[in-house]
């Protein structure tokens, strides 16, 4: 697994009705939040990293988390492993009603390269 330098050049991710490698299970990030939003209202976002968890040992860990709506960028998370855990909660509000928005957590293992996952979200009134 350490030898995938292939890795480190692109954006992992899992295709829609693509089968989650079990290395994908383990760094896509995964973010919580319900379907629907009512506009202009606060909700909690939570993102952790993958639906396995990942290592979180000084050798092997990860290294921080971007979140975006769409291609807005909305912030990111530095972590330090073993005292803290790689997982964050964004409280965030939509305004746009009727759209569907993706909500997109970008991470980086320091072994294993940068991966995204994604998740949409409907805003009704
Ligand atoms: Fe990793």
Not at 13 to 20: A, H, L
Request: with cysteine.
């Amino acid at each position: 697994m350490h030898g995938d330098k292939a890795l480190f050049c692109r954006v992992n991710k899992v295709e829609p009705g693509e089968e989650k490698s079990e290395i994908a299970k383990k760094h896509v990030p995964v973010i919580e939040i319900p379907e629907t939003l009512t506009a202009k209202q606060f909700y909690d976002a939570t993102i952790k990293v993958g639906e396995i968890e990942h290592p979180n040992e000084n050798e092997h860990f990860i290294q921080w988390i971007e979140f975006y709506v769409g291609n807005v960028y909305l912030g990111r998370f530095d972590f330090a492993p073993v005292m803290t855990k790689p997982q964050v909660t964004v409280p965030i509000v939509l305004s746009h009603i009727g759209l569907t928005t993706q909500l997109r957590a970008v991470s980086r293992c320091n072994l294993h390269g940068i991966w995204e996952g994604s998740v949409d979200v409907k805003t009704a009134k």
